[in-house]
């Protein structure tokens, strides 16, 4: 247990590192659209570029970086001028809506199609695949302008935009899952000792499948995250993915890395919990 959520804190530490190198190095990074106020002296516009200098000189930033976490002074941003502990404590509820409803609704989907298939056959699995086909085929972003056009720019539709976009994921691979387990050869025992079809599938086809459920709702996490950014910008939630858009927009270094390290962290360990079930099971054995 211990060994498994160090290697995922060092997974974090190392994404917000290599998130910052890379924004640090992409092009443009010495550009601010503040330069271009013409109501700036040129005083000013030497201030700004200085200060985008020492922004970059990622040693410093680095050590200040790690440093924050110890005092809990996580920065400011120099986009919007406010603490980033404030920004992210400010539109973490609206993420949190999103993508947590946005889950509950694809599992409850796919979860019902991928049982449907199992036991109704053909005219059910031509459903499932339609209907993940259909979802697979649609960009997360014009999900989300269908919605907007239709005047509605919730946190709701958010969420139906994060479920529509990872329903296709859950039902494929859920699919696939019972798929498998019905063909072993204890499922077709049990099947011959005249078990009813719904005591089968539960002992025998779902129970085994729990590990691979269990790992893939960590997975599953990480498609609702990715899909939160593209719904947030166009519906104009104002939640931590517009905050990480507007970020990488403005080339703000630190609120671009806390909120990766944010997002990078809850992603890791969510799958560290996933799978620390098996390993115990492992361990046991």
């Not at 106020?37 to 790690?66: C, H, M, N, P």
């Not at 729990?210 to 990480?222: F, K, T």
């Not at 519906?235 to 806390?258: F, K, Y």
């Amino acid at each position: 247990m211990a060994s498994l959520f160090a290697r995922a804190f060092l997974t974090v530490l190392l994404g917000a590192i290599l998130s910052g190198t890379l924004v640090r190095f992409a092009p443009g990074f010495d550009t601010d659209t503040r330069q271009l106020d013409v109501r700036l002296s040129e005083s000013a516009i030497e201030a700004l570029k200085a200060e985008r200098q020492r922004e970059g000189e990622l040693g410093t930033y680095y050590v200040r970086f790690l440093s924050g976490y110890v005092t809990g002074d996580l920065g400011e941003s120099s986009l919007l001028n406010q603490p980033v502990k404030r920004l992210i404590a400010e539109r973490f509820a609206p993420t949190f809506t999103a993508v947590s409803g946005g889950l509950v609704m694809a599992w409850i989907a796919a979860a019902a199609l991928a049982v449907l298939a199992h036991f109704f056959g053909a005219p059910a699995r031509g459903l499932l695949t339609a209907a993940s086909g259909v979802f697979l085929s649609i960009p997360v972003a014009v999900l989300a302008f269908v919605f907007l056009l239709h005047g509605n720019g919730s946190v709701q539709a958010a969420a139906l935009v994060v479920g529509c976009a990872v329903f296709p994921k859950l039902a494929q691979y859920l699919h696939q899952l019972f798929t498998r387990a019905r063909s072993a050869p204890h499922v077709m025992t049990a099947h011959a000792r005249g078990l009813s079809p719904a005591v089968v599938f539960l002992r025998h086809v779902m129970a085994p499948c729990l590990p691979e459920i269990a790992a893939l709702a960590g997975v599953s996490l990480a498609f609702a995250m990715s899909a939160a950014i593209p719904a947030e910008v166009v519906l104009d939630i104002p939640g931590l993915g517009q905050l990480a858009w507007q970020a990488a927009l403005g080339r703000d270094l630190n609120l671009l890395v806390q909120l990766t390290m944010l997002i990078t962290a809850v992603v890791v360990f969510a799958n560290a919990l996933a799978e620390w079930p098996s390993l115990r099971r492992r361990g046991a054995q």
